[in-house]
């Protein structure tokens, strides 16, 4: 199989099509379009207030990547370390920031810009992941929702085969694209450094960090670097800790790759891009192990029909991919002073990480302090009656036990 993947390597070791140089003219044209045009910058305003992000933080990070490539792990962390420093915006596409800041007609890469203009300090991070692992991620983010209409249990009882099936005849058309090369607004390094493991670039002063989900036992140098923090890289959000696990464990388990997708994946532009050789030929001979005979994917028609069902079948629900962090990026008092003591026990080694919701935060603050408020009126009383006290001299009162913003 060795001699086989080197074959295929030799032919596909190319640059993706896509990548372009921008004339540093029209870059300076999209900054000037933007400031020149006061409806724009009121509607680039109105999204910051969406994003809540028009706050006194002076530094802005833009999580803009693809689901399904690692990214809530990077947020959960970014927003546990680095929430008293930094805005810390998760976003994939246009898509998602009409469905959930109902923001239209703006794009991603304008809001980024339109941050540096009021001169914010902004960095752009993306991430890259292997193609089937992210294939097989994306297909078992909806399983139960969009491909198939079953609670996880009902389809624990489904024949792991019919679901491979599915799958295979559909991996053409999921998991696609790459942020950074696709869609980033800048000019790219004509070859990926393998040595040093991520790309940095800054344009329009706003830097743009590319990471390699490969290497997320190396973020934490890199990050500590370019952001200046120190962090840990938190797992969350992972396939295996939600209710479809036992299924997702057993299509892992059994999945082989039919042939002619693994020939189809190595001529992957951004695989070539973001893999050395060397990197290329692992991945593949691991999965030139688990290949199966050769089955027939949907046509282009036929998977616009099979969209079409799935689409109507869920009453055109959208399926933009909403994240369940662990943290939810709340930077309230009560979400601070819980996240910081998060931190605190991560970096002493604690693995299991409690979530941070503002409601239980809040709740959990409001009681906190009700047990120092009765603890120091407990003692009080010893000395004297409570009723002999002049409510002035109170230590505190019941506004300031709820008061956390
Ligand atoms: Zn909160």
């Known amino acids: 199989m060795d001699n086989a993947a080197n074959e295929i390597m030799n032919e596909s070791n190319k640059m993706p099509t896509n990548i372009k140089k921008e004339e540093n003219n029209s870059k300076q044209n999209v900054l000037n379009n933007i400031i020149n045009n006061p409806l724009k910058m009121k509607c680039l305003c109105e999204a910051n207030t969406s994003l809540h992000i028009n706050n006194s933080l002076n530094k802005i990070i833009f999580v803009y990547s693809k689901p399904k490539v690692g990214s809530t792990s990077l947020v959960t962390s970014l927003r546990i370390f680095a929430s008293n420093i930094f805005n810390i915006v998760h976003i994939h596409d246009e898509e998602m920031l009409k469905v959930l800041g109902n923001i239209h007609d703006i794009t991603v890469n304008e809001i980024i810009l339109y941050n540096k203009i009021i001169g914010k300090q902004v960095y752009v991070i993306d991430i890259y992941r292997t193609p089937i692992e992210r294939k097989i991620s994306t297909f078992f983010e909806k399983i ?57 670039i800054t344009e329009n002063d706003i830097k743009y960090i590319k990471l390699r989900l490969k290497d997320s036992h190396s973020w934490e140098t890199i990050l500590q670097d370019e952001l200046k923090i120190k962090i840990k890289i938190i797992r969350d959000y992972e396939t295996t800790s939600k209710p479809i696990n036992t299924i997702y464990t057993k299509f892992k388990k059994h999945y082989k790759i039919p042939f002619k997708h693994l020939e189809d994946i190595q001529k992957c532009s ?136």
């Open 270 to 405: 951004y695989l070539n891009y973001y893999y050395s050789p060397d990197e290329k030929i692992q991945y593949l001979n691991d999965w030139y192990n688990k290949t199966s005979s050769n089955i027939i994917s949907f046509t282009p028609d036929e998977f616009k029909l099979y969209e079409y069902i799935c689409i109507e079948n869920n009453n055109h629900a959208t399926f933009v991919q909403l994240n369940h962090y662990l943290d939810e990026g709340c930077i309230c008092k009560a979400c601070q002073i819980k996240r910081n003591a998060i931190a605190k026990q991560i970096l002493k080694g604690e693995q299991r990480v409690e979530r941070i919701f503002h409601e239980e935060a809040k709740s959990e603050l409001i009681e906190n302090r009700l047990n120092v408020f009765n603890k120091i009126m407990n003692s009080l009383s010893k000395k004297q009656t409570i009723q002999q006290k002049k409510p002035n001299n109170r230590i505190t009162t019941m506004k300031n036990i709820v008061d956390f913003r």
């Open 144 to 200: 139960n929702t969009y491909h198939y209409m079953a609670e996880p249990e009902q389809l624990e009882k489904y024949k792991i085969e019919h679901i491979i099936e599915r799958f295979n005849k559909i991996f053409p058309y999921i998991g696609n694209g790459d942020n950074f090369l696709d869609v980033y607004d800048i000019e790219k390094p004509q070859s990926f450094p393998y040595d040093k493991k991520y790309i940095s």
